[in-house]
């Protein structure tokens, strides 16, 4: 019984992975493609690892993966958040694929401090 | 077990392959990024797959390291990729 459980986890976080990739391949532009990649960082990862410990069954095991998994879930999104700021800022998207767009609006209230890369 | 293995090692195949499709491809470099972060979060798949199929416990500790190492690269890469020049984006 414990090793249906941990199979489906197994196969749904592989399955997760698959579909970020062909996000990654058909989707139009970056951030639509941040959108499908984040999907194996942090649920696709804790699914294969909540399935390996369910089946490795031990607390040195355990504790091991509970490390790696609040390790990607706190090191995935900052990661996310700087590759999105450094393609708003850079202006690798442009203007007119974005529905809304209200910190371009702040963006040009303001000034930023000196020597700010817009 | 076995056929779980096998249907894992067929999807992450797939992943890595369309991963460095979208790394040759780009076009710019935080494309690239994101692709070879999802490389990576595959790879970690990869390595907790294979401790649930083996039960063995000696992988374990590399899906630490691969958290830290994609971590360093993603947002090293994304904080100096865009002082480049406005028309050089790769």
Known sequence: ?118 | MSTVGIICAVMLGVTGILCIIRIVRGPSMLDRTVAADVLMAATAGAFGIEAAIHRSTTTLPILVVLALVGFLGSVSIARFAPQTDEGDQR
């Open chain 1, 1 to 118: 019984m414990r090793d249906y459980i941990s199979g489906a986890l197994l196969i749904s976080g592989a399955t997760l992975a698959m579909c970020a990739a062909i996000g990654l391949v058909r989707l139009p532009d970056l951030f639509a493609r941040m959108h499908a990649a984040t999907k194996p960082q942090t649920l696709g990862l804790l699914l294969i690892l909540a399935g390996a410990a369910i089946r490795l069954d031990s607390v040195a095991a355990t504790a091991m993966i509970v490390v790696a998994a609040s390790l990607q879930l706190l090191t995935s999104p900052v990661a996310s958040h700087m590759v999105g700021r450094a393609a708003y800022r850079a202006r690798f998207i442009p203007a007119d694929r974005l529905v809304v767009d209200e910190l371009s609006d702040d963006l040009d209230a303001g000034e930023g401090p000196p020597g700010c890369q817009r």
